[in-house]
């Protein structure tokens, strides 16, 4: 388990929810928990949609992993907010491969192969980032907000 999905669970779980409001999740990493300041908690929040941890529906807050898999330890000290979710960009053809694996529980390793085989069946006239794409819609995975980013990555 990493220190990201131990912070996002920490608010659900000290709660007894698997849904809670954006002021809820808030309140508790800033407040309850006394981790972080409101800034950086609205931070941990942002990237955690962001990289496709939670999600919003309506103005609720829900993690997108399995709660009740994550047990945090008994003297879990956070990190540094600055050391959650690293900043470092990930690339998109990467994140495809995560959304896809996370989107069908399947392993990265097994992702790749279905990437490949679009990407043959275009007889590999097209971007390994557009197979990725063509690869998740057949899967019924959204991408449609990684598509402009192919795309300015394409053609700039």
Partial sequence: MTDELFVIAAPFKRRGKSVLTRAEFLFALSLDLKWYCKEDA???????????VMIYEGDKVKAKFDLN???LPQNF???DVSSLFKTKQVDVFERIIDRIASG??????????LINKKHEMADRMIEM????????RGLGIDVRDLTDEVWKKLFG
């Fill in 129 to 136: 980032d557009v197979a990725a794409l063509l690869a998740a």
């Fill in 42 to 52: 609205e931070s941990i929040l942002r990237c955690a949609v962001e990289k496709d």
């Fill in 69 to 71: 898999a994550v047990s």
């Fill in 77 to 79: 000290k956070p990190p």
């Fill in 104 to 113: 069908k529980n399947m392993e990265r390793e097994e992702v790749i192969p």
